[in-house]
């Protein structure tokens, strides 16, 4: 069983910083991501990680503003989220799943708790 801890979120004005970290137990598969979702819309792949080479992904929207990386040796993952818009505004979740090939929350079967960011113009 994986466990995922999410912290760092918090408040930001517009054109802040934050980085937010996921803390996993012993055992991590492949692939670990960060997820967002606002109420009312579906959850959206934000950037994913293959952990064994560090190969990474990052979605259009915030190309050039998030980078994703991770510390193996710490089952730590991060999201370092710069040059942040009032649109960034969501509930962030950690997630872990085998497959690193896409952006479905399917493909993911281990979820933090989920940490709020909210930024502000």
């Known amino acids: 069983q994986v466990q995922l801890v999410e912290s760092g979120g918090g408040s930001v004005q517009a054109g802040g910083s934050l980085r937010l970290s996921c803390a996993g137990s012993?055992?991590?598969?492949?692939?670990m991501a960060w997820f967002r979702q606002v109420p009312g819309k579906e959850r959206e792949g934000v950037a994913r990680?293959?952990?064994?080479?560090?190969?990474?992904r990052t979605a259009a929207a915030v190309k050039g503003r998030f980078t994703i990386s991770r510390d193996n040796a710490k089952n730590t993952v991060y999201l370092q989220m710069n040059s942040l818009k009032p649109e960034d505004t969501a509930m962030y979740y950690c997630?872990?799943?085998?497959?690193?090939?896409?952006?479905?929350?399917?493909?993911?079967?281990?979820w933090g708790q989920g940490t709020q960011v909210t930024v502000s113009s």
């Open positions: 012993t055992y991590w598969r492949n692939c």
């Open positions: 997630a872990s799943g085998g497959w690193c090939g896409s952006w479905s929350p399917t493909d993911f079967g281990y």
């Open positions: 990680i293959y952990t064994a080479t560090g190969t990474t």
